[in-house]
């Protein structure tokens, strides 16, 4: 499984843009970039997935460079319910597994 | 409407009881898992099933026993419970779409906070 570095924790206020990288200098051609919220007290729930390039949905975007030893998920204009933990994750498509790190506790003020 | 529903929601027990987490998807999904989230917030995976199949097993005591009885259902038993044992436990489930092209989100439970004391 490939190894994740995301930072430990970023602060951010309201109506900010919020941008978390992820390393993954050891991906497989063959796998997937995810990313997870948690709240507190709740479980995790699937934000975004990309393979390469650029995808969009209603929630985030997630930016995949060339190499893909790296991504950025980029939540736009943040709000105070946006605080929570993001997870990057990395395998492959028919991998269970999903290997969780220890996340970036994104914190929005006001 | 809850997709993923465990029961129940907070446990607390006495070291060496043993107990059970019920856990039930309405989404059609073919896979379910069990995950642990340690008092450091690691979350990792303990067993999935897929159509009432054992398909991982992670290291994990064997006093922890997973059953499904059903693809909607997947049940965790914990046997002679440890301190060590306390901690929040996730269900959670995916559908079974290989050749999609995509790999799999999955959809987690509320969460059960165990509490061994």
């Known amino acids: 499984l490939a190894k994740t570095t995301q930072p430990i924790s970023m602060d951010s206020y309201e109506g900010q843009e919020v941008n978390i990288t992820c390393s993954h200098n050891?991906?497989?051609?063959?796998?997937?970039i995810t990313w997870y919220q948690q709240f507190p007290s709740q479980g995790p729930r699937f934000i975004i997935q990309g393979y390469k390039t650029k995808v969009t949905n209603e929630v985030a975007s997630l930016f995949i460079p060339a190499d893909r030893k790296s991504s950025t998920l980029s939540l736009p204009r943040v709000s105070l319910s946006d605080t929570a933990v993001y997870y990057c994750?990395?395998?492959?498509?028919?991998?269970?597994?999903?290997?969780f790190g220890a996340g970036t506790t994104v914190t929005v003020r006001a | 409407d809850t997709a993923v529903s465990q029961t129940p929601k907070y446990l607390v027990t006495q070291m060496g009881n043993d107990k059970s987490i019920k856990c039930e998807q309405n989404?059609?999904?073919?896979?379910m898992y069990w995950y642990k989230q340690d008092s450091k917030k690691f979350l990792k995976i303990m067993f999935s099933y897929n159509n009432k199949e054992l398909i991982i097993n992670e290291t994990v005591p064997n006093r922890f026993s997973p059953k499904s009885p059903d693809k909607a259902h997947l049940n965790l038993h914990i046997n002679s419970l440890e301190l060590g044992d306390s901690a929040v436990y996730f269900c959670?489930?995916?559908?079974?779409?290989?050749?999609?092209?995509?790999?799999?989100?999955?959809?987690f439970g509320p969460g059960t906070r165990l509490t061994v004391t």
């Open positions: 989404l059609g999904h073919d896979t």
């Open positions: 050891n991906i497989a051609t063959n796998d997937y």
């Open positions: 994750l990395v395998g492959a498509r028919n991998d269970y597994k999903l290997s």
């Open positions: 959670a489930s995916s559908p079974h779409s290989l050749g999609q092209g995509r790999r799999d989100e999955q959809y």
